[in-house]
């Protein structure tokens, strides 16, 4: 789990990278929003948590870690595709999509965290 979401962390900051790149190119942020979190959950916190599963391996190879990839990887780009919509287009129809995707987002933080409080051991 811990090369999944550390290969992945890469693809999030490279789109977090060129959006910013094309915010600036076009003097229009109205996706900073977007940005940011794509940097921020995609990019550092995916990253993080790959290190967490490389560092304690204990944490990588159970039904919690699988949760926490899938949900987040279904739930962020959701939530950042529909959140790009309402922004752009006005569409209110992406906000029940952007809710979606958000609440996976929430769930797969709650689940890294019960599979790090439940696995993670001193070395004492």
Do not use: C, Q
Not at 75 to 88: D, S
């Amino acid at each position: 789990m811990a090369i999944r979401f550390i290969k992945i962390s890469v693809l999030y900051f490279v789109i977090g990278v060129l959006l910013g790149l094309y915010m600036s190119m076009a003097h229009d942020y109205a996706l900073k929003g977007v940005h940011v979190h794509v940097n921020l959950l995609g990019w550092a916190s995916f990253a993080l948590a790959g290190f967490v599963y490389h560092l304690f391996p204990s944490t990588s190879n159970n039904m919690y870690a699988k949760l926490h990839f899938w949900s987040a990887n279904i739930g962020l780009p959701l939530m950042m595709i529909a959140l790009t919509v309402l922004i752009l287009n006005g569409a209110e129809v992406a906000t029940v999509f952007t809710a979606i995707g958000g609440v996976l987002v929430v769930f797969s933080a709650i689940i890294f965290a019960i599979n790090v409080f439940m696995n993670v051991r001193s070395a004492n």
